[in-house]
Structure formats: C-alpha cells, structure tokens
C-alpha cells in the first residue's frame, strides 16, 4: 500500500473548521484513501473514505485532489471532542477481502477552547 | 457505523498465565477479524489477520504459537496471549469487517502484565 505523509500536530480553535493535510503521493489508482480518528485510550473510530470524487458525510468532508497526490479532511466546525490523532491511510480494495490497514504516525490534532 | 465489542476492556495477570480476549461483531458478521497491538505513544501495529473458518495469518515477527488466534464464528474471534510476560503489556484492539467493506474496531483491551 502506498504510504503517506501527515503533519504530526495542529491546533484548531473550537468551532472553526479543521483541515488535515495527507500527502499521497505514490498512491495507484486502485487504492482508497480512508481515514480513522483515535481519541486518547480507544480504538480507531472510521470517519470516511474515498476514491477520487470528494465525499461528506455527517462527520466530515474529504477532498481529494484531481492527481490523487493528496487529500484534506475536513471537520466543518470543530469541537473539543475532536482532539484525537487523526490516521490517512490508502488501501488497496478488492484484493480478496484480506486488505490490511496500515497505520502510520498519523496528526495528533488538539481543539482550542 | 457498525459496532465491534471486546471483552475485557482492562485485565491484569500474573507473568506465565494465559490472557484470553474477544473481540464480537455486535450488529454485523464479519467475514475478516484483524489484531492489532499499540504500544504507548505509538501507532496501531497489525498482529494477525484471520477468516472466518481459517488459520490466522500472522505479520512478520508475531509469534504465532505465543499469540494463539481463533475466528470461530462470523461474529467472534478470540486472542489468547499465552505465558504472558511484562514485555507483552500492550493495548489490544482488534477490528471486524465485512467482505470488501470498511474495517471498524473495538474498543480495544489494556493488558497489564505483572
């Protein structure tokens, strides 16, 4: 799978809009871009995921750029319980259903009162 | 999304005796379970991958016969941790999902070996 590159921190100030950066730049054609969330001392929470096409869904919005190189994950109005480390992960589907997750270092990402 | 479960949440043992932990598909049946163990301050790191009916298979450097894993059912799959010893304390979570749809995770489970 291909890897990825993110930020290791950002700050967002609560209520305003979040954007996380993730650097793709190997990633094939056939492989999704996912994102998970981990708040402190829980398992990864899946957010959402695309292909190509921008998604939204009632948590947040990901843009994918038009060469795939990368993608933003968008929290539209950010609260304080959105701190968490935030993981892009690109995966291969359709490989026979055995598709791994790998897990890099991911953004911790911690909301401002 | 979908809910996975794992069993217990916390648990401690004394170093030589066997950890067994769940992890439950709660609303879904889950043709795939993986085990991932996450050491402090680190990032989730894949132990095995298993189906339903089939032999685990194991990432390299994971101890297959010290790190038993059993995918008895659609809905459950178990991880022994067998003759535990300090070094093997760890947050255990494990994730479920359905053939070529999204992977969702439990919980996880904090092992504390003394």
């Known amino acids: 799978d291909a890897k990825t590159t993110q930020p290791p921190s950002m700050d967002c100030a609560e209520g305003r809009a979040a954007n996380l950066p993730c650097n793709h730049s190997?990633?094939?054609?056939?492989?999704?871009v996912y994102w998970y969330r981990q708040i402190h001392s829980q398992g990864p929470q899946y957010i959402i995921h695309?292909?190509?096409n921008n998604e939204t869904n009632e948590m947040a919005s990901l843009i994918i750029t038009e060469d795939r190189k990368s993608s933003t994950l968008i929290l539209p109005h950010a609260t304080l319980r959105d701190t968490a480390v935030y993981y892009c992960i690109v995966r291969v589907a359709g490989n026979f259903g055995n598709e791994k997750l790998t897990f890099g270092t991911g953004t911790r990402l911690t909301i401002i009162p | 999304g979908a809910v996975v479960s794992q069993h217990p949440s916390r648990v401690i043992c004394k170093s030589g005796t066997s950890v067994k932990i769940e992890c439950r598909s709660l609303?879904?049946?889950?043709?795939?379970m993986f085990w991932y163990r996450q050491f402090p301050k680190k990032s989730l790191m894949l132990m095995a991958t298993s189906n339903e009916g089939s032999k685990a298979t194991y990432e390299q450097g994971v101890e297959k016969d010290k790190f038993l894993i059993n995918h008895a059912s659609l809905t459950l799959s178990t991880l022994t941790v067998t003759s535990a010893h300090p070094e093997d304390s760890s947050f255990y979570i494990c994730?479920?999902?359905?053939?070529?749809?999204?992977?969702?995770f439990g919980p996880g489970t904090r092992l504390l070996v003394l």
């Open positions: 190997t990633i094939s054609g056939n492989e999704y």
């Open positions: 994730s479920a999902r359905k053939y070529l749809e999204t992977q969702y």
């Open positions: 609303d879904f049946q889950a043709t795939t």
């Open positions: 695309g292909l190509k």
